[in-house]
């Protein structure tokens, strides 16, 4: 692929970036440089090794639903200064 000031400003254009004279000299050569590595790991010999899709085993660690007792609307309230008429009293909304 060739790689040029013309492609730079043309998918500069498509992106809707606005790029200086200086910052295109700039990004010549370093998405070159990306390319070329990118070209490297496609050399790299893989063809016998097997994909990982997953590197770590994924396990389901979530508790079985048990029905418990729940507690009594007094127990609830027990420890809270902030009730009224058997419920929690909270703050106004507005």
């Known amino acids: 692929m060739k790689l ?3 492609l730079i400003e043309k998918v500069a254009k498509n992106a809707r970036l606005k790029l200086t004279e200086k910052e295109i000299k700039n990004l010549v050569p370093e998405i070159k440089e990306i390319l070329d590595l990118f070209s490297a ?6 063809s016998k090794l097997q994909p990982s899709f997953q590197p770590l085993e994924i396990k ?3 508790r079985e639903d048990e029905a418990k007792d729940c507690l009594s609307q007094k127990e609830a309230l027990q420890n809270t200064k902030h009730k009224q008429d058997g419920y929690f009293k909270g703050p106004r909304a507005i």
Not at 41 to 46: N, T, Y
């Open 41 to 46: 790991m496609d050399k790299a010999p893989v």
């Open 4 to 6: 040029d000031k013309e």
């Open 60 to 62: 389901n660690v979530t």
